[in-house]
């Protein structure tokens, strides 16, 4: 079984400055979607970015951005300029292939942005 | 984009009753649903897996005759607590997939969730 993996609960950042929230995992598989969900204190899920195992480039999208080591198995997210919306808890998650194939969750992170 | 819409959004009931838990894809049609647990500050647990006209797949250690999951259209998903408990109270959340984009790399859309304290 997929095994994901985020060690650090909390983590704090200044405002405008860059944070790094890191996620391991563990699989057999060569094939895979990795992905970063933010949850507001609202607690809706909201997708930030996702990686595709096969592609080498790393995803990015506006102020986020993944460093994607497929031989170490880790899916660490930057956050450039960090804002005040930032303020979340985030989660490292896995999908196997397969159309109905679910999303394993890690355990969270929670980031807080200093004004 | 894709809206998936999760009623109650809070919800309290007294110990031994049952609850029910809509979950709807308002803009397209869902062959899938998975259902979460989330205790304060923990991660998204899965409890089971739905599929639209049969039984749902439920993870080890979740109790089907409990948490009753109904999946008879392409559009609705419920989540029944039966002979609830205060052990239950804590945060429910749906997802689903669009039944269009079969790609696993598709993501999936969450409801807001609903908070149900069983007193």
């Known amino acids: 079984a997929q095994t994901v993996t985020q060690s650090q609960p909390e983590m704090s950042v200044q405002e405008a400055e860059t944070v790094t929230l890191s996620c391991t995992y563990d699989?057999?598989?060569?094939?895979?979607?990795l992905f970063w969900y933010k949850q507001p204190p609202s607690r809706q899920m909201i997708l930030v970015i996702r990686q595709e195992a096969y592609k080498q480039q790393n995803a990015t999208e506006n102020r986020f951005s993944v460093n994607f080591q497929k031989a170490a198995k880790s899916f660490s997210l930057k956050i450039s300029d960090s804002q005040l919306g930032d303020a979340a808890m985030y989660f490292c998650?896995?999908?196997?292939?397969?159309?109905?194939?679910?999303?394993?969750f890690g355990k969270g992170i929670t980031l807080s942005v200093r004004p | 984009g894709a809206v998936v819409s999760q009623h109650p959004s809070r919800v309290i009931c007294k110990s031994g009753t049952s609850v029910k838990i809509e979950c709807r894809s308002l803009d397209f049609q869902a062959t899938t649903m998975f259902w979460y647990r989330q205790f304060p500050k923990q991660s998204l647990m899965l409890m089971a897996t739905s599929n639209e006209g049969s039984k749902a797949t439920y993870e080890q250690g979740v109790e089907k005759d409990k948490f009753l999951i109904n999946h008879a259209s392409l559009t609705l998903s419920t989540l029944t607590v039966t002979s609830a408990h205060p052990e239950d109270s804590s945060f429910y959340i749906c997802s689903a997939k669009d039944r269009l984009r079969s790609s696993y790399n598709s993501p999936l859309h969450f409801g807001n969730g609903t908070r149900l304290t069983v007193t």
């Open positions: 699989t057999s598989e060569s094939d895979y979607y």
């Open positions: 998650a896995y999908r196997s292939p397969g159309a109905n194939s679910k999303l394993t």
